[in-house]
């Protein structure tokens, strides 16, 4: 008496039409003996296996085995091979049987092409506002002489004579026959005795074509675009391929890219960071307008609102970042006349209190002089807020 058919596929009775199919798929790959050579343990199961696949995916054989266990099933249920045609998918793939399973009828198969992969390198800005380039893709097409048959116009395909036009050839294994594609035609049916002189008989010969490429406007490293029917040709008239084009983008000199928001940073000098002052800042979109507030830190980031990168999905663009760096300008190049106030200025500082309105004067002095002295730092346009405030 077999066992219980839920417990060879490890189901319990209330499970699914797919759950029966996971399960013997799960096993038919793992005991199939192509994997198990010689291993008479492992054929066995294959062969439980497939018996109680073809009862539990029956709905009318499930039901009466329900009711009436094993004496519903004549002989025990029995091995089905038809039932492989379920898992062509899982048996071609795995083993390397091809399409047997749903080719029975012969006649060349139709094989689609191949996909293709093209990396596009795009600037900083071109990855921001989109481009439209134009690539030169090597790929395999139809021969024209042939039409992509393979044969000398004016002949045609031979039916093998090893396979007898099925492209497959019966093979007895164990308990069963297996079907494997026909090495001779290999799974196409038929033979090129006189092949086209163009293509040798392969149906497709190798071209540069020149493709317009739509990129949309925030595309970054790593984006992936999918065109459609732009890959190779496939056999015996078989549907063409995918390109998929990656896209790279090149760093830039001034910014640097998180996500939709730009990032650059600004030299300020002690007096403006003091006093506080109003400059230029480059951006993607030109120059904005940068208010720093007196009392600035190094380090201190402002935002301009809406001045980064398109967002792709549509919903706006990022913003722009700017980061204050401070600039200290060393002894070596400042004049004995700037030294001599920078001397002042800390003399007055040490002094506290006493001299504090003086210092005061002493330090819009200092800070007039440099003001005056043409030390201008360009940035970019826009108003400009904190980042710890936005």
């Not at 399409?99 to 800005?125: C, I, P, T």
């Not at 004579?161 to 035609?185: I, K, L």
């Not at 609102?305 to 706006?316: E, F, L």
């Not at 204050?324 to 002894?331: C, F, I, Y």
Request: net charge positive; proline share 6%.
């Amino acid at each position: 008496m077999p066992r219980d058919y839920y417990e060879v596929l490890g189901l319990e009775r209330s499970a699914s039409l797919q759950q029966v199919k996971s399960a013997y798929r799960k096993l038919a790959v793992r005991h199939h003996p192509d994997r198990n050579p010689g291993d008479g343990g492992a054929e066995e199961k294959f062969k439980e296996a497939a018996e109680a696949y073809a009862v539990l995916s029956d709905p009318e054989k499930r039901r009466r085995y329900d009711r009436f266990g094993h004496q519903a099933a004549p002989s025990g249920g029995g091995f089905d091979p038809t039932i492989f045609a379920d898992f062509s998918d899982i048996l071609g793939d795995v083993f390397g049987f091809g399409d047997v399973f749903g080719n029975r009828a012969g006649g060349r198969r139709r094989r689609g092409g191949a996909d293709l992969r093209y990396d596009l390198a795009l600037s900083f800005k071109e990855a921001a506002f989109g481009a439209d380039p134009k690539l030169r893709i090597p790929r395999l097409e139809h021969c024209d002489t042939c039409g992509g048959a393979g044969a000398a116009p004016g002949s045609g395909p031979a039916t093998c004579r090893t396979c007898r036009g099925r492209g497959q050839v019966q093979y007895s294994q164990g308990f069963f026959s297996v079907a494997r594609t026909c090495s001779d035609c290999r799974g196409a049916g038929t033979v090129i005795r006189d092949p086209c002189p163009d293509c040798g008989g392969r149906g497709l010969t190798e071209r540069q074509r020149s493709i317009q490429v739509r990129v949309p406007a925030g595309v970054d490293s790593g984006s992936r675009l999918r065109l459609p029917g732009e890959g190779e040709h496939g056999r015996n008239g078989g549907p063409p391929g995918d390109l998929y084009v990656v896209i790279e983008v090149e760093p830039h000199e001034q910014f640097v890219r998180r996500g939709a928001d730009v990032l650059s940073s600004v030299r300020v000098g002690y007096p403006q960071a003091v006093l506080g002052c109003t400059m230029e800042v480059e951006t993607l979109h030109g120059t904005s307008s940068l208010k720093v507030p007196p009392a600035t830190e190094h380090g201190a980031t402002f935002v301009l609102r809406s001045q980064g990168i398109p967002r792709i999905d549509g919903r706006g663009r990022g913003h722009h970042i700017v980061e204050v760096r401070l600039e200290v300008p060393a002894p070596r190049d400042l004049s004995e006349r700037e030294l001599e106030h920078v001397r002042a200025l800390a003399a007055l500082k040490e002094d506290g209190g006493a001299a504090i309105q003086e210092a005061r004067s002493a330090f819009d002095r200092v800070a007039a002089f440099f003001r005056g002295s043409g030390q201008k730092t360009r940035l970019a346009t826009g108003e400009g807020k904190r980042a710890s405030e936005a």
